[in-house]
């Protein structure tokens, strides 16, 4: 069923501006496995039967915008991603169409999250309409996270996605899942070669000579 037409559309919005100070290069486009970073990224959103998503590049991000575009997904600029990562989102908010019941938050620096986990995420969203959706692996939370869209218009200038999450402890809903996925962030070299050897250990992805 195309997600427009459930009764509880889940939108999402992959914060891609990050300008990869720490890594030297531009990470969204690095190879990991057959694909991109990035292009793995929004491959565990549409897997997950997310289908509206927005990514957000920065002012730099002509290739990384170019590299989306390959995709069925709206890209938006955040004129001034050095801000904060809020601004992203924000950013990303202001292009998503009307009717998103829930938000996810994705980063493309967790390039690992499975498909799988996604659709735990979004099918706890559907069941726990109104709750923050926070996937927790080995006694930790991790990325991404779904947001009901009235709770995301409350992410104003001067607040953090972790204040949205504090401020109610009672409306969040932790969903077990069995992917340290989303738990790994790339943001070195290190981290880098630490996922590609990952990925190919737990999958097999190799990249192609």
């Known amino acids: ?9 889940v939108a999402a919005i992959l ?15 690095l190879p990991l496995g057959e694909e991109t970073v ?8 549409r897997e997950g039967g997310i289908a ?7 002012p730099e ?3 990384v915008a170019a590299e989306a575009a390959r995709f069925a997904v709206r890209v938006v600029v955040n004129p001034d991603p050095e801000a904060d990562m809020a601004s992203s989102v924000r950013a990303g908010r202001e292009a998503l169409a009307a009717g998103a019941g ?16 996604v659709r735990s995420l979004v099918q706890a969203a559907r069941e726990q309409k109104g709750r923050i959706i926070l996937p927790l692996y080995a006694g930790r939370r ?19 996605l972790r204040d949205l999450v504090r401020s109610d402890p009672a409306r969040v809903a932790e969903v077990a899942v069995d992917d340290p996925g989303v738990l790994l962030d790339m943001d070195t070299p290190e ?9 190919e250990r737990t999958v097999g992805t190799t990249r192609r000579p």
């Open 102 to 117: 829930s938000v996810a938050v994705a980063l493309s620096d967790y390039p690992l999250v499975r498909g799988a986990t």
């Open 52 to 58: 509206d998503i927005v990514v957000v590049v920065s």
């Open 15 to 29: 914060v891609a501006a990050g300008k990869s100070q720490r890594m030297g290069t531009c990470k969204q486009l």
């Open 1 to 9: 069923m195309h997600e427009a037409s459930t009764p509880y559309p």
């Open 38 to 45: 990035l292009a793995r990224c929004l491959a565990a959103l």
């Open 61 to 63: 991000g002509e290739a």
């Open 142 to 160: 991790g990325h991404p996270l779904l947001l009901p869209r009235p709770v995301l218009d409350e992410l104003v200038p001067g607040r953090l």
């Open 191 to 199: 981290d880098y070669r630490a996922m590609l050897a990952f990925a």
